[in-house]
């Protein structure tokens, strides 16, 4: 059974950083594209960021130069390093494989990262 699971999230002001890490189990980690997704009140599930297996990245034109997607592939994880946070940035944080968000399955609980002015 794929299991994602994020962590990491939290309250910070406006310019601070966060990092959240999403651990998977269930997959062959390594050979799936993941993305960062977020969801704020009101709004649609949003694309944030992307990383390949062979490690290339894409990201949100509102995100880019601010936040880092990575992965170890080791352990199973990909994390999301969030800088300059802006409260836009405010929303449900989730993390997914490619392949399980575009048939809209596979979402865990997120994390809730909160940006005060």
């Known amino acids: 059974q794929v299991r994602l699971v994020e962590s990491g999230g939290g309250l910070v002001q406006a310019g601070g950083s966060l990092r959240l890490s999403c651990a998977a189990s269930?997959?062959?980690?390594?050979?799936?594209?993941i993305g960062w997704y977020r969801q704020a009140p009101g709004k649609q599930r949003e694309l944030v960021a992307t990383?390949?297996?062979?490690?290339?990245?894409n990201y949100g034109g509102s995100v880019k130069g601010r936040f880092t997607i990575s992965r170890d592939n080791a352990k199973n994880t990909v994390y999301l390093q969030m800088n300059s946070l802006k409260p836009e940035d405010t929303a449900v944080y989730y993390c997914?494989?490619?392949?399980?968000?575009?048939?809209?399955?596979?979402w865990g609980q997120g994390t809730q990262v909160t940006v005060s002015s």
């Open positions: 990383i390949s297996s062979g490690g290339s990245t």
């Open positions: 997914n494989t490619i392949a399980a968000a575009v048939r809209n399955t596979g």
């Open positions: 269930g997959i062959t980690f390594s050979i799936n594209t």
